[in-house]
């Protein structure tokens, strides 16, 4: 089969690809600041702090542009399927070690947001908005959340196990979606 006009067949070695990538290499790295080493120790320690690896602290601080505040975990990501069951201990030990970091959840029905909002490690939690819920009242609800606390939701990370979790973070402009095998990894 034959390439049609305009198509490079497949050749990377047109004209000028080589002062192309030169300028592009040099703009990018023109782009990333190079950080104080003080800096980069204070972001690896706030990663730890969140329970965080620091690849995935750095690429969300970088693209939502804030420092995180703390998580909201769905009663899925939490494997919470029902009231009266408890956390995992691999989860309560995970959640209990968080440092400087607000922890609310979120609670699917049939789990009650005060059995949810008792677990360990746990400040607060919420019911979560409705599977018949339009896109902005999610929004809203999820705002409203975060902000009953006076913080601005692009300062938290959704943790969840569900697509629609993730939506609900994409909803509230969060500062980013996790899911829970990853964040308890």
């Not at 990377?12 to 990538?21: A, F, H, Y």
């Not at 040099?26 to 990333?32: D, F």
């Not at 705002?143 to 509230?172: L, N, Y």
Request: some cysteine.
């Amino acid at each position: 089969m034959t390439a049609s006009i305009g198509h490079n067949s497949g050749r990377v070695d047109e004209p000028g690809k080589s002062w192309r990538t030169h300028v592009w290499k040099k703009a990018r790295k023109n782009l990333i600041p190079t950080l104080p080493v003080e800096v980069v120790r204070l972001r690896v320690r706030r990663a730890q702090e969140l329970g965080l690896p620091y690849k995935t602290y750095a690429g969300i601080r970088a693209s939502s542009g804030h420092d995180l505040i703390g998580f909201l975990f769905s009663s899925n990501a939490l494997q919470i399927l029902r009231d009266g069951q408890a956390l995992s201990t691999d989860r309560a030990a995970k959640l209990t070690a968080l440092k400087n970091t607000d922890c609310t959840g979120i609670a699917h029905c049939p789990v009650t947001p005060t059995h949810l909002g008792a677990l360990p490690g746990l400040a607060r939690a919420y019911p979560a908005p409705g599977f018949a819920d339009s896109w902005s009242e999610i929004r809203d609800q999820i705002r409203a959340i975060v902000s009953a606390q006076g913080k601005p939701a692009d300062r938290f990370v959704m943790i969840g196990d569900t697509a629609f979790e993730r939506e609900w973070a994409e909803a509230a402009r969060m500062a980013g979606y996790l899911p829970a095998g990853d964040f308890f990894r």
